[in-house]
């Protein structure tokens, strides 16, 4: 949610920010509106000094018993009341109308992104871990030769882009998720949090999925939405809030099941674990101080990162352009897995920083101790990473031609010490 007061200070500020988002927004528009309001804000203001002198008027003569002119008063203050009310019914309308505009628009990309429409765009920053290039063969047949995934019944009972695993692969998706975990909590200071998989609006609309991206998202018949993302629920854990700032930075780890329509996705990845209606992943959260959270940004990126140096998986490290940040996004950056039988790198992460723009749609502050004014802090969210994906990615680079999944040095502990996989 942006700050009208600033977007009145600095229209082109935010026309160039969103141009170079490929949105061309009538800043003019959201001013009018914005103008026509405080218009009618006065007006009321002004309506009720007038209510109250003649109210004051009003008493006196009420005093005086002089009954004609009380009476001549009263009509009055009752026509200005009506006058107010109306007024406030139009004042409100105007409101929702500036809200809903506001609402809709993304946030601003930071200046150091490269401009572009879309991932094409995109700036490498680094890569790590030697690569294979081979014929592999795909993520899912290998889980299917192994017999740990069966897409037909998942098929049969849930329709396309739903996946099963079983025995030995079920086990080491779930070693995934617990090796994370221990990571995140462990060595890098995150606390493990529990969540509701269904959440009310308030907190889709906190966080940015709402009210644009309602097509991508799983609603119930009472009004509940099915998380996309454990980002939802764990940012909403500071939701109308005035922290302490001694509290902060806050940084939240949850594991847990997601989500997504994919609607804007048809025809993409349409077998295998790579994009899923309902998908396991670890989530990081972080709540910090203006000031600290573009340091904080680089600290998630190195925590998901350390996952994949531990998993030995090769990766890279990518920079979104302006075109492919998301809505609540200033500044993304993405982690991709190798896929040998694709040639190419896939997303396996992607941390965010958002600046104040969700906690303004949370209404989340925290007390500067110098200013003695209520602030909103920074929030950022990450992958930590995603475990289906991590498993596809594991199948693939860690699968050889003798049928055998050898498994990963960090998860064989998580493997009652077991070092393969054979079919």
């Known amino acids: 949610m942006h700050n009208i007061n600033k977007i009145r200070e600095n229209p082109k500020v935010?026309?160039?920010?969103?141009?170079?988002?490929?949105?061309?927004i009538d800043i003019d528009e959201i001013l009018s509106i914005d103008k026509e309001l405080r218009q009618n804000?006065?007006?009321?203001?002004?309506?009720?000094?007038?209510?109250?002198?003649?109210?004051?008027?009003?008493?006196?003569?009420?005093s005086q018993d002089d009954e004609k002119t009380f009476s001549k008063l009263n009509k009055e203050v009752q026509d200005i009341k009506k006058s107010i009310s109306d007024v406030e019914d139009i004042?409100?309308?105007?409101?929702?109308?500036?809200?809903?505009?506001?609402?809709?628009?993304?946030?601003?990309?930071?200046?150091?992104?490269?401009?572009?429409?879309?991932?094409?765009?995109n700036i490498e920053l680094k890569k790590s871990g030697k690569i294979i290039v081979n014929d592999n063969i795909p993520h899912y047949e290998i889980a299917e030769n192994l017999e740990g995934l069966d897409l037909e019944t998942a098929a049969e009972l849930s329709g396309s882009r739903f996946a099963i695993t079983s025995g030995s692969i079920a086990k080491l998706e779930r070693a995934l998720s617990n090796f994370m975990l221990d990571i995140h909590v462990n060595e890098h200071g995150y606390q493990e949090i529990n969540v509701p998989y269904l959440v009310k609006e308030d907190a889709m609309y906190g966080t940015g999925q709402l009210p644009k991206f309602s097509e991508d998202q799983y609603k119930t018949d009472d009004d509940m939405w099915l998380i996309p993302t454990a980002?939802?629920?764990?940012?909403?854990?500071?939701?109308?809030?005035?922290?302490?700032?001694?509290?902060?930075?806050?940084?939240?780890?949850?594991?847990?099941?997601?989500?997504?329509?994919?609607?804007?996705?048809?025809?993409?990845?349409?077998?295998?674990?790579?994009r899923l209606h309902q998908f396991p992943k670890v989530e990081l959260v972080s709540i910090t101080k203006p000031e600290d959270s573009n340091k904080e940004l680089d600290r998630m990126l190195e925590c998901a990162e350390k996952i994949l140096k531990l998993l030995e998986l090769p990766y890279r490290v990518v920079l979104l352009s302006t075109g492919d940040i998301g809505f609540s996004s200033y500044k993304t950056y993405d982690l991709e897995v190798w896929f040998p039988s694709e040639k190419k790198y896939r997303e396996i992460s992607s941390c965010s920083n958002c600046l104040d723009f969700q906690a303004r749609r949370m209404n989340s502050k925290f007390k500067n101790k110098l200013t003695k004014k209520n602030e909103f802090p920074h929030t950022l969210n990450g992958s930590g990473v995603a475990v289906g994906r991590a498993l596809a990615a594991i199948l693939e680079n860690y699968y050889d031609s003798s049928g055998t999944l050898n498994i990963p040095k960090v998860l064989q502990e998580y493997m009652g010490n077991k070092k393969s996989i054979k079919m």
């Open 14 to 24: 935010f026309s160039e920010g969103w141009k170079r988002r490929g949105l061309n």
């Open 91 to 121: 004042k409100s309308k105007i409101n929702i109308k500036l809200n809903d505009f506001l609402s809709s628009l993304p946030n601003l990309p930071s200046d150091d992104l490269p401009v572009g429409a879309d991932e094409s765009s």
């Open 41 to 62: 804000i006065t007006k009321i203001q002004e309506l009720q000094q007038k209510r109250n002198s003649i109210s004051e008027e009003a008493g006196k003569a009420k």
């Open 231 to 274: 980002e939802v629920p764990l940012t909403n854990l500071i939701r109308q809030k005035v922290l302490n700032e001694e509290s902060l930075p806050l940084r939240y780890t949850a594991f847990t099941q997601c989500f997504r329509k994919e609607a804007g996705a048809a025809g993409k990845d349409t077998k295998g674990l790579i």
